[in-house]
């Protein structure tokens, strides 16, 4: 039976994650079909880049690692942004449908403030002109012009008044469909940081892009590390059953040393017998390559 390693179950999840992430943005990016399919075939790429190199580099010459951690560096950055890129994509979407919930009266149409205040300054210099015209008679037509022009000019300010009263209305509608569209936590993070909430979504997202990544990388690092291999361990129970089955008994291996393994490895044609070549293969230090090398000499001659 194949034993699965927590660390292996938790990097898939983690890449799993990161790589639906980078589909969703890829997609958002793109405008045509085939834009969109790139957009997410390079995030892909990125994203296993960034969590894989680290691990496929490990056991790599010096120069390859090299390039290998400038390329990581790169994939990391491009990876972040397109998670961000998600991550804010994801904000605004949030936020319409916060915006959209926000329940709205029906609101009376009307005419602009302006205009109404321009009639009212037209009836109030009309209604001037009447009143100081002069009649020697009762005049029920001017009598009649300046009672119409006052009429007209008190429904006009009843309207400027009802017209200010939905104005209020709206801006309020308003302000309420803005604070439901920020993230109620990023609102007041942002209000105590002294930042504006657009820039702390940012930052936010980039953060989270760049844990993720990590987290990523060490999962898979782990993961991928080379098992230890352990010597059957022989209790005297099965020493026992052996000798009295007549079958000889068989002792425990001795573990292998590290000449021993040197010595299989460059019989195999792994390695090359030298220093240079032990130091790689055994990822010691010079010394300690140095004296593996006159061991060998030794057990030779």
């Given at each position: 039976?194949?034993?699965?390693?927590?660390?292996l179950?938790?990097?898939v999840?983690?890449?799993?994650?990161?790589?639906?992430?980078?589909?969703?943005a890829g997609w958002?990016?793109?405008?045509?079909?085939t834009?969109?399919l790139?957009w997410?075939?390079?995030?892909?790429?990125?994203?296993?880049?960034?969590?894989?190199?680290?691990t496929?580099?490990?056991?790599?010459?010096?120069?390859?690692?090299?390039?290998?951690?400038?390329?990581?560096?790169?994939?990391?950055v491009?990876?972040?942004?397109?998670h961000?890129?998600?991550?804010?994509?994801?904000?605004s979407?949030?936020?319409?449908?916060?915006?959209?919930?926000?329940?709205?009266?029906?609101?009376?149409s009307?005419?602009?403030l302006t205009?109404?205040?321009?009639?009212?300054a037209?009836v109030?210099?009309?209604?001037?002109?009447?009143?100081?015209?002069?009649?020697?008679?009762?005049?029920?037509?001017?009598?009649?012009?300046?009672?119409?022009?006052?009429?007209?000019?008190?429904a006009l300010?009843?309207?400027?008044?009802?017209?200010?009263?939905?104005?209020?209305?709206?801006?309020?509608?308003a302000?309420?469909?803005?604070?439901?569209?920020?993230?109620?936590?990023?609102a007041?993070?942002?209000?105590?940081?002294?930042?504006?909430?657009?820039?702390?979504?940012?930052?936010?997202?980039?953060?989270?892009?760049?844990?993720?990544?990590?987290?990523?990388c060490?999962?898979?690092?782990?993961?991928?590390?080379?098992?230890?291999?352990?010597?059957?361990i022989?209790?005297?129970?099965?020493?026992?059953?052996?000798?009295?089955?007549?079958?000889?008994?068989?002792l425990?291996?001795?573990?292998?040393?590290?000449?021993?393994?040197?010595?299989?490895d460059?019989?195999?044609?792994?390695?090359?017998?030298?220093?240079?070549?032990?130091?790689?293969?055994?990822r010691c230090?010079?010394?300690?390559?140095?004296?593996?090398?006159?061991?060998?000499?030794?057990?030779?001659?």
């Open positions: 039976m194949i034993r699965v390693r927590p660390a179950v938790l990097a999840a983690a890449t799993g994650t990161a790589v639906c992430m980078s589909i969703l958002q990016r793109g405008g045509w079909t834009e969109r790139v997410i075939a390079t995030g892909v790429v990125l994203v296993a880049g960034a969590h894989l190199l680290p496929l580099c490990r056991s790599a010459p010096l120069a390859v690692r090299s390039v290998g951690a400038v390329l990581w560096l790169g994939c990391m491009a990876a972040s942004y397109g961000a890129t998600f991550f804010l994509l994801s904000q979407h949030a936020g319409m449908l916060r915006e959209q919930s926000i329940q709205i009266g029906n609101t009376q009307y005419r602009s205009a109404v205040v321009a009639d009212q037209t109030t210099a009309e209604l001037a002109v009447a009143e100081s015209r002069r009649c020697s008679g009762g005049c029920p037509s001017l009598q009649a012009r300046r009672v119409s022009l006052a009429a007209r000019r008190n300010e009843v309207e400027a008044a009802e017209v200010r009263r939905l104005q209020s209305v709206a801006d309020s509608n302000a309420r469909r803005a604070e439901a569209y920020d993230d109620p936590v990023a007041r993070l942002a209000a105590l940081c002294a930042m504006a909430v657009p820039k702390l979504d940012l930052v936010a997202g980039l953060g989270f892009a760049a844990i993720l990544e990590g987290v990523a060490l999962l898979w690092w782990i993961a991928l590390l080379p098992m230890a291999r352990h010597a059957p022989t209790t005297e129970t099965d020493v026992d059953s052996r000798v009295g089955s007549g079958a000889e008994p068989q425990p291996a001795e573990p292998e040393t590290e000449l021993d393994r040197l010595n299989r460059i019989a195999a044609g792994l390695v090359p017998p030298t220093v240079s070549g032990i130091r790689k293969h055994l230090s010079q010394t300690r390559a140095v004296s593996l090398r006159r061991q060998l000499d030794d057990a030779t001659t």
